[in-house]
């Protein structure tokens, strides 16, 4: 893979000061990947110590504009795995907006009318997925009575988006190929979207509304000079990409840090699109705790 996009680290730490110092900075980060490692399931996921305390520590100092965190789960869930309420939380890839200390999630009009085929699509490929034969994810015949796949998949139900999770089948790539195929089937002629991230398949309205355009539209609302992003998967490069154009367009914008997380399963793009990438979560840990250090 090319470097050529990276920054250097003494070259990264340094423009990031000179951010930091001249005002105006916001901190984002999604959630899964980046400041929790990747689980089993969902429901397994944590949030390390450390990564809380940074966090925390970040937000009272006063020093940066906004802290937010932009995730794929719900805006709920989000703040309930961070554990930190006084932070802004944006969910659903940004459809859902949670203000510090609220709690009631506003979702962005355009996506509100897809929650019912939403919830129908996630309903039909259940169905589809629990009933086709066990060797489809990657179970021996013998060993799957009741098929394996009914503890195997997870279904999750976020409300405005769905997600089929396929990490715990014996065969990922058997069991992904059942599940596209599935919501896809799904999703005909509804105009949902399907999207992928690690080891999971999305259901998605068909708005276009992302990380990216959720990044954008933040850094504008709370007119940021300079902001950095973290972020370990594709949906994550719609938020790299973000910081590129608020860059080229100027008006009181200055500079993006695309910051990508490294892990076995990284899609090149989240390489060729960053500015830097820190090693896994504990690579966030030092980043953050290192930039708690500064302000
Ligand atoms: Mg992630």
Known sequence: MLDGNLKTPTQFYREILEALQAGGMGLTSDIDGTLSPIAASPSESFVPEGVRTAL????????????????????????????????FYLGNHGMEALEPNRDNPVPAPPVVRYKPLVAAALDFTRHKLLALPADHFGFSGESTTPPGQEAALLFEDKGLTASIHYRLCPNPVLARQAVVSAVQEACTNTGLIISEGRMVVEIRPPVEINKGTALY????QYGLKSLV??????TDVDAFLALRKLEQ???????????????????????????????????????????????
């Open 229 to 234: 992003f973290l972020g370990d998967d594709l």
């Open 217 to 220: 539209d933040l850094s504008r």
């Open 249 to 295: 367009e100027g008006g009181g914008f200055q500079k993006g840090f695309a910051i990508g997380v490294k892990s076995p399963e990284m899609n090149p793009k989240v390489h060729e699109s960053a500015d830097f990438l820190v090693d896994g979560v504990p690579g966030v840990q030092a980043f953050l705790t290192w930039l708690a250090e500064q302000v």
């Open 56 to 87: 925390a520590k970040l937000h009272a100092s006063g020093k940066l504009k906004l802290v937010a965190m932009i995730s794929g789960r719900s805006p709920i869930d989000g703040r309930r795995l961070v554990g930190l309420p006084q932070l």
